[in-house]
């Protein structure tokens, strides 16, 4: 083989041509990436989209950057340092986006409504039909005149998210009921004392424990006490304003935090309407049951905890229930 041959198209060691410069086969690499990569100049103009990148690009509107945001590649270009966000891209006519960086994502746990959890593919069907939501990366690189500009990728992480919400909401709301839990209660007491104190107002806690929940158990059988505490569960929650928030804490133990009070007398009368709300018969393998509770009460002190303010809930609770089984 002569010179002449050896300089034919596809005679390079790794079989690219060495005719071809560093850039072009840069880019080639680039384009057999199956994640949307897109090369953007100084002035964050676009200089090259791979294939992936133009197919989401149609998705999206036209444009990858315009629909996830530009946060990540202005940090990128202002600090010549890599940079990541987690950013969500919502359904076509809705102009709501949200930006999450990575080192904020865990401070943003806290969990509305109860939810129970669902599987894979729920996740995943309910994830294709909401907002979209990208990981999106930013790297500083060189360009191929030798000019500054930032190396963009940004994968989809649509179902993985819609997994982790559903794992978070789980981790905090009781499996049986959907109500929160004394994770959540935590959270939601730490925040209504903040807003309280600020808001010169008070918070308190109601404590409500099932009347003969046992016997139910013993009678009908634990998949009975089951429904039971479920029924309990949806009629506390539809008498719990908006604003304040039912959870269970134990076996047949729940709780109320009331928020906006004006005093003890608002949580007393708090405290019977749930009652009374609560109080009734429930259908239970055919066989009526009795539902009630005995219920205590504690407005929260500027200073007090949560274990100090369900301790004091707890014995209120205690003398109710000493007082209805008297009667």
Not at 38 to 51: G, S, T, W
């Amino acid at each position: 083989m002569d010179a002449a041959q050896a300089e034919e198209p596809g005679g390079g060691a790794d079989g690219t041509d060495p005719r071809r410069g560093d850039a072009e086969v840069a880019r080639d690499h680039l384009d057999a990436l199956p994640v949307a990569v897109e090369l953007r100049d100084a002035r964050r103009r676009l200089v090259h989209a791979n294939p992936a990148a133009r197919v989401l690009a149609e998705e999206l509107g036209g444009d990858v950057l315009a629909a996830t945001g530009a946060a990540p590649v202005d940090a990128c270009l202002e600090d010549g340092q890599p940079h990541v966000a987690t950013v969500e891209v919502p359904p076509a006519g809705d102009d709501t986006a949200g930006v999450v960086d990575a080192a904020d994502a865990a401070g943003a746990a806290d969990a509305a409504g109860a939810a129970d959890a669902a599987d894979g593919a729920e996740a995943a069907a309910a994830a294709e039909a909401g907002s979209r939501w990208f990981d999106v990366h930013a790297h500083p690189t060189t360009l191929a005149d030798g000019s500054g500009g930032v190396l963009v990728t940004s994968l989809e992480v649509t179902v993985e998210h819609a997994l982790e919400e559903q794992l978070r909401l789980a981790a905090l709301h009781d499996p049986l009921t959907g109500l929160p839990n004394r994770q959540l209660l935590a959270v939601r007491f730490a925040q209504a004392r903040s807003w309280a104190a600020r808001a010169g107002n008070h918070i308190g806690l109601v404590y409500l424990d099932l009347d003969r929940f046992k016997v139910i158990n013993d009678v009908h059988g634990h998949g009975a006490g089951d429904r039971f505490l479920r029924e309990f569960g949806s009629r506390l929650q539809a008498t719990t304003r908006s604003a304040d928030t039912a959870a269970r804490v134990g076996g047949d133990e729940f709780v109320v935090l009331c928020t906006h009070l004006d005093g003890a007398l608002s949580l007393q009368t708090a405290a019977s309407r749930i009652a009374n709300a609560v109080d009734g018969t429930v259908v239970l393998d055919g066989r009526r049951a009795t539902v009630g509770a005995s219920v205590g009460w504690v407005l929260v002190g500027r200073d007090m905890d949560l274990d100090t303010a369900l301790n004091q809930a707890d014995t209120a609770m205690y003398r109710d229930k000493a007082r209805r089984s008297a009667t």
